[in-house]
């Protein structure tokens, strides 16, 4: 049993997943101070500081009636809101984070990605213009014989 479970703990799934995990933990901490400190003031800015975070309907009111100035004050009073306004600073902050990733993850592509193109590895027939193997020496096609590239 603890050889199976050694097998087990060093096989490349496992341990692939366990790196994937730590260095997603990293990366989470970088993504959230991307939108932390960067881009969550720029929109701040523009946008005026909008906070959502008081916005709540009041379904059934509390001892003391309301109004409530808050969340927290409603919730206090014993009564049952719904707070839409966390919800919406929540979208926003997940649309934030999505737009801040993908911009992350695209730089990171391009920076992977090589500037050589791979060579070619069909040519053209010259007597019926099919595709054929860059080797070949005959042309599967029209059967025709071909020269030696």
């Given at each position: 049993m603890l050889n199976e479970f050694r097998e087990f703990a060093i096989k490349g799934n496992v341990v692939d997943m366990a790196v994937g995990i730590i260095i997603g933990a990293a990366f989470t901490s970088v993504v959230n101070s991307?939108?932390?400190d960067v881009l969550t003031p720029v929109v701040g800015s523009f946008a005026g500081d909008l906070d959502f975070a008081d916005r709540f309907w009041v379904i059934e009111s509390g001892n003391p009636?309301?109004?409530y100035a808050?969340?927290?004050a409603a919730e206090e009073a014993g009564a049952v809101v719904v707070a839409y306004g966390n919800l919406i600073n929540q979208v926003i902050?997940?649309?934030i984070?999505?737009?801040a990733l993908f911009v992350l993850i695209r730089w990171?592509?391009?920076l992977r990605r090589t500037d050589t193109e791979a060579a070619p590895t069909t040519r053209s027939c010259p007597f019926c213009k099919s595709h054929i193997?860059?080797?070949a020496s005959r042309c599967p096609q029209c059967t025709?014989?071909?020269e030696a590239v």
């Open positions: 991307v939108v932390d009636a309301g109004p808050s969340v927290d902050s997940f649309l984070v999505a737009v990171i592509n391009r193997d860059q080797d025709s014989q071909l």
